[in-house]
């Protein structure tokens, strides 16, 4: 049974995306809300009760030891959370639609990997990933399940307590959990880890940037879902698609900083919108 608020197959704003999407092969940017119901909390969503968690920096992590404590100490709860998420309907379609040639590839803000988890082939994470850790000294790699692990045996018992999820793997706990909690080192040069993703005070890597501008030149149109593009990282793709000309649609749940530049805006859930959208251009493909 569908919910009140997803969209019928004759909603206008489906034959509107589906128009878009018929003349133009689209890139897709995505941002948090392409995951919220899969079950991961967002920054900045409409349905966000309270303010949003404040992000720790990528200066704080390095200078300050009881930081990576806190951080690795809310990451240990926050990924047996998200390690455990599915693609949701939304993610599957985005995958759908890129296999029938409507989307050409996807830019996403998200670091839950469940893009490529749903089937999606031409992925860049922007952000990174949350599946990998990184030694800040050495550069060596490891899973973050592997990272795990070892957190989980240097905190018999950690990962059982019941908290509260919040964005990006993170949780919101006590301060004295996260003063006792014992950080691993990294396994090659005991030099300190950092999750593999790009952290507020930052920069997106300059060759990750390079990659991700040459999959939007490739493309003939920007497909936004689930962003409020209030980061510049995700914004300045709307931009640059409109100063080459290039048509943008957004659907969200709830305003955005692009809608004043795109040609076509939906309001909308996207695990309702996406799947309504991706029956309606295969149904059209069979009728030729």
């Not at 030891?65 to 806190?70: K, N, V, Y």
């Not at 050495?138 to 307590?161: D, K, M």
């Not at 920007?222 to 995700?234: C, E, I, P, T």
Request: glycine share 10%; net charge negative.
């Amino acid at each position: 049974m569908p919910r009140d608020d997803e969209p019928r197959l004759g909603d206008t704003a489906i034959d509107d995306l589906a128009a878009f999407l018929r003349e133009r092969r689209a890139l897709v940017l995505s941002g948090a809300g392409m995951s919220t119901e899969s079950g991961i909390p967002d920054y900045r969503g409409v349905d966000r009760t309270g303010p949003p968690p404040t992000p720790i920096t990528y200066q704080r992590f390095v200078r300050d030891e009881h930081a990576r404590s806190r951080y690795w100490a809310r990451s240990a709860l926050g990924w047996a959370v998200m390690h455990g998420k599915s693609p949701n309907e939304g993610h599957r379609a985005v995958a759908a639609l890129e296999r029938a040639g409507h989307v050409t590839g996807v830019l996403t803000q998200n670091v839950d990997g469940l893009h490529q988890a749903a089937g999606s082939r031409a992925v860049i994470e922007l952000h990174g990933s949350l599946s990998r850790v990184v030694c800040l000294q050495c550069g060596q790699r490891e899973s973050r399940a592997s990272l795990q692990t070892r957190l989980e045996a240097l905190n018999p018992g950690f990962v059982e307590r019941a908290v509260t999820i919040l964005p990006d793997g993170d949780a919101d706990l006590p301060e004295a959990w996260e003063r006792a909690f014992q950080v691993a080192a990294c396994r090659e040069c005991g030099g300190v880890l950092k999750a593999d993703v790009v952290f507020f005070g930052e920069n997106v890597p300059a060759l990750r940037v390079e990659q991700a501008f040459a999959m939007l030149d490739g493309a003939d149109a920007l497909l936004v879902l689930g962003s409020s593009l209030a980061v510049r990282s995700g914004y300045r793709f709307v931009e640059a698609a409109r100063e080459d000309g290039k048509s943008v649609a957004i659907v969200n749940h709830g305003p955005t900083r692009g809608d004043d530049l795109a040609d076509l805006r939906v309001e909308g859930r996207l695990g309702g919108v996406l799947p309504a959208l991706a029956r309606r251009l295969e149904s059209a493909e069979r009728q030729g």
